[in-house]
Protein backbone atom coordinates (compact mmCIF):
# COMPACT_ATOMS: atom_id res chain seq x y z
CA UNK A 1 0.00 0.00 0.00
CA UNK A 2 1.43 3.29 -0.92
CA UNK A 3 0.56 6.55 1.01
CA UNK A 4 0.01 9.63 -0.76
CA UNK A 5 -0.14 13.30 1.08
CA UNK A 6 0.13 15.59 -2.32
CA UNK A 7 -3.18 16.56 -4.22
CA UNK A 8 -1.22 16.59 -7.61
CA UNK A 9 0.06 12.93 -6.99
CA UNK A 10 -3.30 11.04 -5.90
CA UNK A 11 -4.84 13.05 -9.29
CA UNK A 12 -2.11 11.94 -11.30
CA UNK A 13 -2.04 7.97 -10.24
CA UNK A 14 -5.76 7.72 -10.61
CA UNK A 15 -6.09 9.73 -14.15
CA UNK A 16 -3.02 7.14 -14.81
CA UNK A 17 -4.90 4.25 -13.89
CA UNK A 18 -8.34 5.41 -15.33
CA UNK A 19 -6.23 5.88 -18.62
CA UNK A 20 -4.95 2.35 -18.59
CA UNK A 21 -8.97 1.32 -18.39
CA UNK A 22 -9.17 0.51 -14.48
CA UNK A 23 -11.77 1.72 -12.38
CA UNK A 24 -11.81 3.71 -9.25
CA UNK A 25 -13.13 2.99 -5.61
CA UNK A 26 -13.22 5.43 -2.67
CA UNK A 27 -13.50 5.19 0.89
CA UNK A 28 -13.40 9.31 2.38
CA UNK A 29 -13.02 8.79 5.98
CA UNK A 30 -11.64 10.69 9.10
CA UNK A 31 -9.45 7.54 10.28
CA UNK A 32 -9.07 5.66 13.47
CA UNK A 33 -10.15 2.51 11.37
CA UNK A 34 -13.12 -0.02 13.08
CA UNK A 35 -14.66 -2.77 10.73
CA UNK A 36 -17.00 -0.12 9.77
CA UNK A 37 -14.44 1.60 7.91
CA UNK A 38 -12.81 -1.73 6.79
CA UNK A 39 -15.85 -3.03 5.52
CA UNK A 40 -16.16 -0.18 3.14
CA UNK A 41 -12.78 -0.48 1.82
CA UNK A 42 -14.06 -4.27 1.57
CA UNK A 43 -16.64 -3.67 -0.85
CA UNK A 44 -14.26 -1.06 -2.95
CA UNK A 45 -11.89 -3.95 -2.85
CA UNK A 46 -14.47 -6.36 -4.68
CA UNK A 47 -15.68 -4.32 -6.97
CA UNK A 48 -12.33 -2.26 -8.51
CA UNK A 49 -8.95 -2.44 -9.54
CA UNK A 50 -7.58 0.81 -7.69
CA UNK A 51 -8.94 1.35 -3.95
CA UNK A 52 -8.47 4.78 -2.04
CA UNK A 53 -9.26 5.52 0.99
CA UNK A 54 -8.18 8.43 2.61
CA UNK A 55 -7.66 10.10 6.05
CA UNK A 56 -8.58 14.00 6.80
CA UNK A 57 -9.82 15.24 10.23
CA UNK A 58 -11.54 18.37 8.34
CA UNK A 59 -12.07 21.25 10.43
CA UNK A 60 -14.21 22.73 8.54
CA UNK A 61 -17.31 20.34 9.60
CA UNK A 62 -16.52 20.82 13.36
CA UNK A 63 -18.58 23.60 15.21
CA UNK A 64 -16.49 25.48 18.06
CA UNK A 65 -17.30 23.80 21.05
CA UNK A 66 -17.31 20.29 19.10
CA UNK A 67 -14.09 17.82 19.44
CA UNK A 68 -11.40 18.07 16.41
CA UNK A 69 -8.72 18.92 18.92
CA UNK A 70 -9.28 15.88 20.67
CA UNK A 71 -10.61 13.60 17.38
CA UNK A 72 -8.63 10.49 17.96
CA UNK A 73 -6.05 9.21 15.32
CA UNK A 74 -3.66 6.62 14.61
CA UNK A 75 -1.95 6.58 11.40
CA UNK A 76 0.24 3.43 12.00
CA UNK A 77 -2.83 1.43 13.00
CA UNK A 78 -5.06 2.85 10.00
CA UNK A 79 -2.12 2.04 7.66
CA UNK A 80 -2.10 -2.00 9.04
CA UNK A 81 -6.24 -1.98 8.63
CA UNK A 82 -6.05 -0.25 5.23
CA UNK A 83 -3.14 -2.29 3.99
CA UNK A 84 -5.14 -5.58 5.44
CA UNK A 85 -8.40 -4.56 3.47
CA UNK A 86 -6.82 -4.65 0.38
CA UNK A 87 -6.36 -0.64 0.12
CA UNK A 88 -3.97 0.53 -2.66
CA UNK A 89 -3.66 4.09 -1.62
CA UNK A 90 -4.01 5.54 1.62
CA UNK A 91 -4.31 9.45 0.91
CA UNK A 92 -3.12 11.58 3.92
CA UNK A 93 -3.63 15.05 3.15
CA UNK A 94 -2.54 17.69 5.79
CA UNK A 95 -5.13 21.08 6.27
CA UNK A 96 -2.37 23.28 4.86
CA UNK A 97 -3.06 20.84 1.69
CA UNK A 98 -6.32 20.41 1.57
CA UNK A 99 -6.83 24.36 2.59
CA UNK A 100 -4.08 26.12 1.61
CA UNK A 101 -4.40 29.85 3.01
CA UNK A 102 -7.18 29.04 5.58
CA UNK A 103 -10.67 28.20 4.72
CA UNK A 104 -12.05 28.66 1.56
CA UNK A 105 -13.82 31.40 -0.11
CA UNK A 106 -16.20 28.46 -1.97
CA UNK A 107 -18.00 26.36 -0.05
CA UNK A 108 -21.20 23.84 -0.71
CA UNK A 109 -24.57 23.81 1.20
CA UNK A 110 -27.08 21.13 -0.01
CA UNK A 111 -30.49 22.34 0.68
CA UNK A 112 -33.29 20.46 2.29
CA UNK A 113 -32.28 17.40 3.95
CA UNK A 114 -29.56 19.05 5.83
CA UNK A 115 -31.63 21.03 7.38
CA UNK A 116 -33.40 18.60 10.04
CA UNK A 117 -31.79 16.12 12.01
CA UNK A 118 -27.99 16.05 12.78
CA UNK A 119 -28.18 19.65 10.48
CA UNK A 120 -30.41 21.32 13.29
CA UNK A 121 -27.82 20.43 16.19
CA UNK A 122 -24.78 20.87 14.13
CA UNK A 123 -25.24 24.53 12.40
CA UNK A 124 -22.47 23.98 9.21
CA UNK A 125 -21.51 20.67 9.60
CA UNK A 126 -22.76 19.40 6.34
CA UNK A 127 -21.40 22.20 4.17
CA UNK A 128 -18.61 21.19 5.69
CA UNK A 129 -18.61 17.76 4.79
CA UNK A 130 -19.90 18.24 1.46
CA UNK A 131 -17.31 20.94 0.79
CA UNK A 132 -14.81 18.54 2.00
CA UNK A 133 -16.40 15.50 -0.20
CA UNK A 134 -16.12 17.98 -3.56
CA UNK A 135 -13.06 18.47 -3.23
CA UNK A 136 -11.99 15.10 -2.97
CA UNK A 137 -14.11 14.03 -5.48
CA UNK A 138 -12.56 16.29 -7.78
CA UNK A 139 -8.94 15.29 -6.76
CA UNK A 140 -9.73 11.08 -6.70
CA UNK A 141 -12.62 11.56 -10.53
CA UNK A 142 -14.83 9.29 -11.69
CA UNK A 143 -15.08 6.75 -9.39
CA UNK A 144 -17.35 4.72 -7.00
CA UNK A 145 -17.53 6.07 -3.25
CA UNK A 146 -18.67 3.91 -0.34
CA UNK A 147 -20.42 5.75 2.52
CA UNK A 148 -22.04 4.02 5.41
CA UNK A 149 -25.29 4.23 6.20
CA UNK A 150 -24.37 4.81 9.90
CA UNK A 151 -24.16 8.20 8.67
CA UNK A 152 -27.08 7.80 6.58
CA UNK A 153 -28.03 11.36 6.52
CA UNK A 154 -24.05 12.27 5.56
CA UNK A 155 -24.82 9.42 2.97
CA UNK A 156 -28.35 11.22 1.33
CA UNK A 157 -26.48 14.94 1.50
CA UNK A 158 -23.41 14.14 -0.44
CA UNK A 159 -25.83 11.58 -2.77
CA UNK A 160 -27.09 14.53 -3.44
CA UNK A 161 -24.38 16.89 -3.65
CA UNK A 162 -23.00 14.54 -6.21
CA UNK A 163 -25.83 14.46 -8.74
CA UNK A 164 -26.74 17.78 -8.43
CA UNK A 165 -23.13 19.04 -9.29
CA UNK A 166 -22.93 16.28 -11.80
CA UNK A 167 -20.16 14.97 -10.37
CA UNK A 168 -18.12 11.49 -11.73
CA UNK A 169 -19.05 9.59 -8.44
CA UNK A 170 -21.36 7.11 -7.79
CA UNK A 171 -22.06 7.36 -3.93
CA UNK A 172 -22.71 3.70 -2.43
CA UNK A 173 -24.26 3.54 1.46
CA UNK A 174 -23.32 0.47 2.63
CA UNK A 175 -24.83 -1.26 6.11
CA UNK A 176 -23.96 -0.06 10.02
CA UNK A 177 -21.13 -2.23 11.15
CA UNK A 178 -21.94 -2.92 15.01
CA UNK A 179 -20.04 -4.48 17.75
CA UNK A 180 -21.26 -7.54 19.53
CA UNK A 181 -23.74 -5.85 21.98
CA UNK A 182 -25.34 -4.05 18.75
CA UNK A 183 -23.50 -0.30 19.58
CA UNK A 184 -22.94 1.17 16.05
CA UNK A 185 -19.31 1.01 15.15
CA UNK A 186 -17.97 4.64 15.78
CA UNK A 187 -14.33 6.10 16.16
CA UNK A 188 -15.93 8.35 18.84
CA UNK A 189 -16.71 5.00 21.09
CA UNK A 190 -13.25 5.55 22.04
CA UNK A 191 -14.22 8.87 24.06
CA UNK A 192 -16.96 6.91 26.08
CA UNK A 193 -16.15 5.29 30.01
CA UNK A 194 -16.40 1.95 30.38
CA UNK A 195 -19.63 2.81 32.14
CA UNK A 196 -21.01 5.04 29.41
CA UNK A 197 -19.90 1.97 27.07
CA UNK A 198 -21.79 -0.42 28.90
CA UNK A 199 -25.17 1.87 28.30
CA UNK A 200 -24.36 3.07 25.07
CA UNK A 201 -26.25 -0.09 23.17
CA UNK A 202 -29.55 1.41 24.04
CA UNK A 203 -29.87 3.18 21.30
CA UNK A 204 -29.47 0.02 19.44
CA UNK A 205 -32.06 -1.85 21.20
CA UNK A 206 -34.88 0.78 21.11
CA UNK A 207 -34.55 1.04 17.23
CA UNK A 208 -34.53 -2.98 17.16
CA UNK A 209 -37.32 -2.58 19.68
CA UNK A 210 -39.24 0.08 17.37
CA UNK A 211 -38.53 -2.13 14.33
CA UNK A 212 -40.64 -4.92 16.33
CA UNK A 213 -43.54 -2.66 16.96
CA UNK A 214 -44.09 -2.08 13.32
CA UNK A 215 -43.42 -5.81 12.48
CA UNK A 216 -46.22 -6.30 15.11
CA UNK A 217 -48.49 -3.89 13.07
CA UNK A 218 -47.81 -0.42 14.48
CA UNK A 219 -48.37 1.82 11.71
CA UNK A 220 -48.22 5.21 13.74
CA UNK A 221 -44.96 6.77 13.43
CA UNK A 222 -45.27 8.73 16.87
CA UNK A 223 -46.40 5.63 18.30
CA UNK A 224 -43.25 4.27 17.14
CA UNK A 225 -41.11 7.07 17.52
CA UNK A 226 -42.41 7.35 21.88
CA UNK A 227 -41.46 3.82 22.42
CA UNK A 228 -38.09 4.31 20.74
CA UNK A 229 -38.16 7.77 23.17
CA UNK A 230 -39.27 5.69 26.22
CA UNK A 231 -36.63 2.87 25.96
CA UNK A 232 -33.96 4.88 25.53
CA UNK A 233 -35.26 6.90 28.72
CA UNK A 234 -34.63 3.80 30.68
CA UNK A 235 -31.10 4.84 30.47
CA UNK A 236 -30.71 8.08 32.66
CA UNK A 237 -27.29 8.50 31.46
CA UNK A 238 -28.28 8.95 27.92
CA UNK A 239 -29.47 12.76 26.81
CA UNK A 240 -31.61 11.95 23.77
CA UNK A 241 -31.15 14.90 21.02
CA UNK A 242 -33.74 13.40 18.80
CA UNK A 243 -35.62 10.69 17.64
CA UNK A 244 -37.01 11.28 14.11
CA UNK A 245 -39.29 8.83 11.83
CA UNK A 246 -38.26 10.22 8.14
CA UNK A 247 -38.73 9.13 4.66
CA UNK A 248 -35.91 7.79 2.67
CA UNK A 249 -34.10 9.35 0.87
CA UNK A 250 -36.00 12.78 1.36
CA UNK A 251 -35.82 12.80 4.78
CA UNK A 252 -39.31 13.90 5.03
CA UNK A 253 -40.90 13.77 8.64
CA UNK A 254 -43.26 10.47 8.37
CA UNK A 255 -47.10 10.22 10.01
CA UNK A 256 -47.99 6.79 8.98
CA UNK A 257 -45.51 4.53 8.28
CA UNK A 258 -44.92 3.12 4.57
CA UNK A 259 -42.07 2.87 1.62
CA UNK A 260 -38.58 3.42 2.47
CA UNK A 261 -38.03 4.93 5.72
CA UNK A 262 -35.31 5.62 8.41
CA UNK A 263 -35.56 5.87 12.60
CA UNK A 264 -33.22 7.92 13.59
CA UNK A 265 -31.36 8.74 17.26
CA UNK A 266 -28.89 10.91 18.61
CA UNK A 267 -27.62 10.55 21.64
CA UNK A 268 -24.91 12.21 23.84
CA UNK A 269 -23.14 10.23 26.90
CA UNK A 270 -21.07 12.63 29.34
CA UNK A 271 -19.76 14.69 25.99
CA UNK A 272 -19.86 11.85 23.73
CA UNK A 273 -22.40 12.48 20.76
CA UNK A 274 -23.45 9.04 19.08
CA UNK A 275 -25.93 8.48 16.16
CA UNK A 276 -27.39 5.47 14.83
CA UNK A 277 -30.74 4.58 12.72
CA UNK A 278 -32.44 1.88 11.10
CA UNK A 279 -34.09 1.32 7.71
CA UNK A 280 -36.69 -0.09 6.76
CA UNK A 281 -39.29 -0.68 4.28
CA UNK A 282 -42.94 -1.18 4.93
CA UNK A 283 -45.36 -2.33 2.46
CA UNK A 284 -49.10 -4.06 2.89
CA UNK A 285 -47.43 -7.24 2.46
CA UNK A 286 -45.09 -6.33 5.97
CA UNK A 287 -42.08 -4.97 6.49
CA UNK A 288 -37.90 -5.34 5.82
CA UNK A 289 -35.75 -4.25 8.09
CA UNK A 290 -31.80 -3.31 8.10
CA UNK A 291 -30.67 -3.03 11.00
CA UNK A 292 -26.73 -4.19 9.89
CA UNK A 293 -24.38 -6.06 11.00
CA UNK A 294 -22.73 -7.07 13.66
CA UNK A 295 -19.16 -7.80 13.88
CA UNK A 296 -17.67 -8.65 17.03
CA UNK A 297 -15.81 -7.23 19.79
CA UNK A 298 -11.46 -6.81 19.62
CA UNK A 299 -11.34 -4.96 16.37
CA UNK A 300 -11.95 -1.02 17.14
CA UNK A 301 -9.97 -1.23 20.72
CA UNK A 302 -6.84 -2.47 18.46
CA UNK A 303 -5.33 0.85 18.53
CA UNK A 304 -2.09 1.94 19.74
CA UNK A 305 -2.37 5.46 21.37
CA UNK A 306 -6.56 4.75 21.71
CA UNK A 307 -7.14 6.64 25.48
CA UNK A 308 -11.02 6.13 26.43
CA UNK A 309 -11.69 9.33 28.68
CA UNK A 310 -11.89 9.28 31.93
CA UNK A 311 -15.83 11.38 32.16
P1 LIG B 1 -15.70 8.69 9.64
O1 LIG B 1 -14.28 8.29 9.66
O2 LIG B 1 -16.40 8.53 10.95
O3 LIG B 1 -15.93 10.02 9.00
O4 LIG B 1 -16.45 7.64 8.69
C1 LIG B 1 -15.98 7.38 7.39
C2 LIG B 1 -16.98 6.54 6.67
O5 LIG B 1 -17.19 5.32 7.38
C3 LIG B 1 -18.35 7.23 6.57
O6 LIG B 1 -18.91 6.97 5.28
C4 LIG B 1 -19.14 6.55 7.65
O7 LIG B 1 -20.53 6.52 7.42
C5 LIG B 1 -18.57 5.15 7.60
N1 LIG B 1 -18.82 4.46 8.87
C6 LIG B 1 -18.52 4.93 10.11
N2 LIG B 1 -18.97 4.06 11.03
C7 LIG B 1 -19.58 3.05 10.38
C8 LIG B 1 -20.26 1.87 10.78
N3 LIG B 1 -20.39 1.54 12.05
N4 LIG B 1 -20.77 1.07 9.82
C9 LIG B 1 -20.65 1.40 8.50
N5 LIG B 1 -20.02 2.49 8.07
C10 LIG B 1 -19.49 3.32 8.98
Known sequence: MKTISTISELRGLCDTVRGDGATVGFVPTMGFFHAGHVSLMRY??????????????????????EDLDRYPRDLEGDA????????????????????????????????????PMCGAARPGHFDGVTTVCAKLFAVVGASTVYMGRKDLQQWLVVRQMAADLNLPVEVVGAPVVREADGLAMSSRNAYLSREHRATAPVLYRALAAGVEQIRAGERRAEA??????????????????YC??????ELETQHRLEG???????ATLGSTRLIDNVVLTVTPAGIEADLGTIVGEGFSTSHANHTASTQ
Not at 45 to 63: E, K, T, Y
Not at 92 to 111: A, C, F, K, L, Q
Not at 244 to 249: A, N, T, Y
Open 80 to 115: RHATAAGVDVLFVPSVDEMYPGGNPRTTVHVEGLTT
Open 244 to 249: DVRSVP
Open 260 to 266: ELAIAVA
Open 224 to 241: VREGVVAMVGTEPQVSLE
Open 44 to 65: ARSAHDLVVASIFVNPLQFGEN
